[in-house]
Each structure stands twice: as structure tokens, then as C-alpha cells.
């Protein structure tokens, strides 16, 4: 039974959500960040980012920086940026990328939901990177940057969704810079909340689909507030995170891609006859090509292409992780033969978004790297039951596109 709830957002005003609205914190390095903010004064970027306003001798978790991140969100709600809703109420977030859209609710998850496994996870997260996140939370008592929650999907709930975009004016509707549509409407008629709000109370499991040490941060905000208030009853806002979510039949998840450095001592013939070992291979040729089903991979290297096809016995493996395709190559391939024992440790590989395409591919072979996997994406169905078996995929295992933007949503705790 899943406690999802509307709030009261503090959000932008409709003519300037289109240059407030930022993409994730963690997808720019520090001068990445620097540079954005640089082009767009007004980005949500520099409050989630906060480094980008001092030199860069100043340490990114220097104390003052979160400080810094609180001023500039009080100056952008002065400035009459930001508005707050005195009504609680559930949005409708729709991207839309290369002419499709996906369509999600935003609204706020119980903490309670994360302890107990109703919010099923798939991914380890690592102290280190939720310690940002929870003192940027706590420092700014609000939580800027959405979860990205997928559960199966409801008819009750699909049914107020296109009634409300068929019959509401949105809110926003823009194209930001790298070609994503975003369009927001808002449900507030009671009915209609309490219908959402009742259809996701029979829902006993949802999935975190990205954002685990976000998720993990402000659950960490959360028991920190409980404790700093032991008379605290569960209905204060510091009991939820902010959280969009998506029906599965609406999500795309792309490739994420494997580049290794070198061949582990073998020669490139030698490298071949052990590949021709594990897997049925094919030359490709020069021209780029996609695995087009589960258990295919295509191979870059020495500027040909290959297909790699997995074996009978391979694709009969009953076990949720162990029958991934990410599995399958690091079993096989990578580690047998390319020595790479532990993906998440090992600087020898790296690991690249399908949303680079191919050609990042034959780009990192052709200056840093000696070798190219290209990876048929892993499914939805994939996710959800590697979660409900309680287990963990690989490292890099899922891409998702469109990104959730941050700054068009805030939750204040």
C-alpha cells in the first residue's frame, strides 16, 4: 500500500520555467555546471550547484556553498521567480523526446514506503555521493530535485490524466535548449486528487527507476528531522519526498555502453579467438549497427563492428541479474578474458549513455580506449523484477531519457 501524496509546490512563474527548469546536478562536472549557469543566469543549476558562484579553489562541499545555495533560492522567491501553491495538489509532468512522450505524476512518496520496501530499489548507493545531497536538503529545508518512481500501470489513474490534459490549460509548456518538450498541468479538483491519491494506496509495490542516492538523501533528511522532532505524528512534510511517477508502459530505457582500454596483453587475433569461444560472432563491417534483441551485442574494434550473439545455455539463466545482458558480458567477456573483475573499481572501463549514439563509441576507441560493447537496453520488466527479488543490478545497467528537470518542482520540509 503506497502513500503517495499531493503537496503544495513552490514553483516558477509560467514565463520563466523554461530558463529556471535544469537538468539533473549530477550529469555536469564542475566547470560544466560553471559554464551553464554562465549562459543562463537563471538556471536552478546555481542553486543546485552552488560551487559555480565561487572560484574554484573553494571546495564543491565547502559549508558555505550550501549556505550560498539557500540565499539564492530566498533571492529567486524575493525576485517573484518562484510562487508558491496554498493548495495541495498532484502535477502532471509530460517530456516529450524525438516526438515521444512520457507522462508521470508528481507528488511526494513516503519515507515510511523506502524503510519498509514498498519503494523497491535496485542499485547500492554509496555514502560518499548522499552526503552532498543530504546537506544541500537539509541546509535548504526543501528537496529541489524529483525521484524518478515507476509503477505498473493503472487505468483509474491514466483515466485523470488525460481527462485533466484534455480539458485543463497547462501550466507550462516549453522546449528547453537540448530539444525536450516539457508540459505541466495541475490537478487539484478534490475528486480527482482523492481518485490518484486512492489508486495509489492499492498499489503495493513501486520501483525507484533512477535517482537512488537522491532518494536515499532525503530519506536520511527525513529520520535526521524525526529525531530533531521525537513528537513529530508522520503527516509533517519531512515524512515524503518529492517524486514523479511514471506507469511502465510509458518509460524508455536506453543502452548504456562499455568501453575497455586496452585487451588485457592479447593481441588483437588472440582476443577474437577467445570472443569466438563464448559467443557466435559476425563481421559486421565498417557501418555501426545496434544489437536488435536480447543477447546480442555489437563489438567496435580496430574500426570493424562485429556481432556478438549469446548461446542457448546463456539465455536460459533463471536468475534476475545473473540473466541481464550487462551480466551476461561481464561474466563472459569482460571479466574472463578482458580481467575486468570489478566494473565499479576499475579504470579500465568506462561506461557511455546510449544517448551518445555509436559514434561516441568509435570516438573513444579512435583516442582513450582499445575496445567498444554496444548493449541491448535493458527492459522495464528487467528492472522491476531484479527489485522484486529483492537483488541488485550491475553498475550502469539502465539509461533513462528523457531527464527530470530540477527547479520546476520544489518540496518544502
Known amino acids: 500500500?503506497?502513500?503517495?501524496?499531493?503537496?503544495?509546490?513552490?514553483?516558477?512563474?509560467?514565463?520563466?520555467?523554461?530558463?529556471?527548469?535544469?537538468?539533473?546536478?549530477?550529469?555536469?562536472?564542475?566547470?560544466?555546471?560553471?559554464?551553464?549557469?554562465?549562459?543562463?543566469?537563471?538556471?536552478?543549476?546555481?542553486?543546485?550547484?552552488?560551487?559555480?558562484?565561487?572560484?574554484?579553489?573553494?571546495?564543491?562541499?565547502?559549508?558555505?556553498?550550501?549556505?550560498?545555495?539557500?540565499?539564492?533560492?530566498?533571492?529567486?522567491?524575493?525576485?517573484?521567480?518562484?510562487?508558491?501553491?496554498?493548495?495541495?495538489?498532484?502535477?502532471?509532468?509530460?517530456?516529450?523526446?524525438?516526438?515521444?512522450?512520457?507522462?508521470?505524476?508528481?507528488?511526494?512518496?513516503?519515507?515510511?514506503?523506502?524503510?519498509?520496501?514498498?519503494?523497491?530499489?535496485?542499485?547500492?548507493?554509496?555514502?560518499?555521493?548522499?552526503?552532498?545531497?543530504?546537506?544541500?536538503?537539509?541546509?535548504?529545508?526543501?528537496?529541489?530535485?524529483?525521484?524518478?518512481?515507476?509503477?505498473?500501470?493503472?487505468?483509474?489513474?491514466?483515466?485523470?490524466?488525460?481527462?485533466?490534459?484534455?480539458?485543463?490549460?497547462p501550466l507550462y509548456d516549453f522546449t528547453a535548449v537540448d530539444g525536450i518538450s516539457h508540459t505541466v498541468w495541475k490537478i487539484s479538483a478534490q475528486d480527482q486528487v482523492k481518485r490518484i491519491q486512492d489508486t495509489f494506496a492499492s498499489i503495493d509495490d513501486i520501483y525507484i527507476a533512477d535517482g537512488h542516492h537522491r532518494a536515499a538523501s532525503a530519506v536520511k533528511v527525513g529520520l535526521k528531522r524525526r529525531q530533531e522532532h521525537p513528537g513529530y505524528d508522520g503527516t509533517e512534510e519531512f515524512n515524503y519526498f518529492l517524486s514523479v511517477l511514471f506507469p511502465d508502459d510509458q518509460l524508455m530505457i536506453m543502452d548504456y555502453n562499455r568501453v575497455v582500454r586496452d585487451l588485457n596483453g592479447l593481441t588483437t587475433e588472440d582476443f577474437l579467438k577467445k570472443t569466438e569461444e563464448i559467443f557466435h560472432v559476425s563481421v559486421l563491417g565498417e557501418n555501426a549497427q545496434s544489437p536488435q534483441h536480447k543477447g546480442q551485442f555489437t563489438m567496435y574494434?580496430?574500426?570493424?563492428?562485429?556481432?556478438?550473439?549469446?548461446?542457448?545455455?546463456?539465455?536460459?539463466?533463471?536468475?534476475?541479474?545473473?540473466?541481464?545482458?550487462?551480466?551476461?558480458?561481464?561474466?563472459?567477456?569482460?571479466?574472463?578474458?578482458?580481467?575486468?573483475?570489478?566494473?565499479?573499481?576499475?579504470?579500465?572501463?568506462?561506461?557511455?549513455?546510449?544517448?551518445?549514439?555509436?559514434?561516441?563509441?568509435?570516438?573513444?576507441?579512435?583516442?582513450?580506449?582499445?575496445?567498444?560493447?554496444?548493449?541491448?537496453?535493458t527492459s522495464i520488466a528487467e528492472l522491476f523484477a531484479v527489485a522484486d527479488a529483492g537483488l541488485l543490478m550491475p553498475p550502469k545497467s539502465t539509461w533513462f531519457e528523457p531527464k527530470l528537470r530540477s527547479g520546476l518542482f520544489i518540496h518544502e520540509i
Open 1 to 169: 500500500m503506497a502513500q503517495i501524496k499531493p503537496f503544495m509546490a513552490v514553483r516558477p512563474v509560467e514565463e520563466l520555467a523554461d530558463r529556471v527548469a535544469a537538468l539533473p546536478y549530477d550529469v555536469y562536472n564542475r566547470q560544466e555546471a560553471k559554464k551553464e549557469v554562465q549562459r543562463e543566469p537563471l538556471s536552478f543549476l546555481k542553486i543546485d550547484r552552488a560551487e559555480t558562484q565561487f572560484p574554484d579553489e573553494v571546495d564543491t562541499y565547502d559549508p558555505c556553498v550550501y549556505q550560498k545555495a539557500t540565499e539564492l533560492l530566498k533571492e529567486m522567491e524575493k525576485d517573484g521567480v518562484y510562487v508558491s501553491d496554498h493548495d495541495k495538489a498532484y502535477y502532471i509532468y509530460r517530456l516529450t523526446m524525438n516526438g515521444r512522450a512520457q507522462t508521470g505524476i508528481v507528488a511526494c512518496a513516503s519515507v515510511d514506503d523506502y524503510l519498509e520496501n514498498v519503494i523497491k530499489k535496485h542499485e547500492n548507493t554509496r555514502e560518499e555521493k548522499e552526503q552532498d545531497r543530504i546537506r544541500h536538503v537539509d541546509t535548504l529545508s526543501a528537496q529541489t530535485g524529483p525521484i524518478f518512481l515507476a509503477y505498473r500501470s493503472k487505468e483509474e489513474i491514466n483515466q485523470v490524466v488525460a481527462s485533466v490534459m484534455e480539458q485543463e490549460a
Open 301 to 377: 574494434l580496430e574500426g570493424q563492428w562485429y556481432l556478438l550473439e549469446a548461446s542457448e545455455a546463456m539465455l536460459t539463466e533463471s536468475d534476475a541479474v545473473k540473466s541481464l545482458d550487462v551480466s551476461l558480458l561481464q561474466e563472459y567477456l569482460l571479466e574472463p578474458v578482458l580481467g575486468i573483475h570489478d566494473p565499479r573499481t576499475d579504470d579500465r572501463i568506462d561506461f557511455v549513455g546510449g544517448i551518445r549514439g555509436l559514434e561516441e563509441l568509435e570516438k573513444r576507441t579512435q583516442t582513450d580506449m582499445k575496445v567498444a560493447f554496444a548493449m541491448y537496453p
